[in-house]
């Protein structure tokens, strides 16, 4: 009976303390990292060729709309709120005509 007393001690002390303790999480970044001074340096008229120089290729790849391209950025802080960052830049004729996105 002691022991079965003990055990069951035992094992409330452990699962109460799994209800405290948190697990690390790392902080978790993914997509395009933009300065905003790289940001800046975009204006319309600027050909792919320059945009893709100064920014890279963009991670997410348009299958569907080959003069839309999306720069995305996503930030997780220990397992937190997601801070979601976009750039969108559209071309006709393979030169900038709209920036949309709130990456600043």
């Known amino acids: 009976m002691r022991k079965l007393l ?8 452990c699962l109460l ?19 905003p001074r790289q940001v800046q340096q975009v204006h ?4 792919k060729d320059s945009v893709a120089e100064l920014l ?3 991670v997410l790849d ?3 709309d080959d003069n839309h391209w999306p720069y995305v ?8 709120p997601i801070t979601k960052k976009q750039l969108d830049l559209y071309f006709r ?3 900038l005509v709209r920036i949309t ?3 600043q």
């Open 6 to 13: 003990i055990t069951f001690l035992c094992l409330t002390c």
């Open 17 to 35: 303390n799994a209800c405290f303790l948190r697990p690390y999480q790392p902080n978790i970044q993914q997509g395009n990292i933009l300065t």
């Open 44 to 47: 319309l008229g600027m050909s």
């Open 56 to 58: 890279g290729t963009p």
């Open 62 to 64: 348009n299958t569907f």
């Open 73 to 80: 950025y996503t930030f997780q802080r220990n397992g937190g």
């Open 93 to 95: 004729n393979d030169r």
């Open 101 to 103: 996105g709130n990456y």
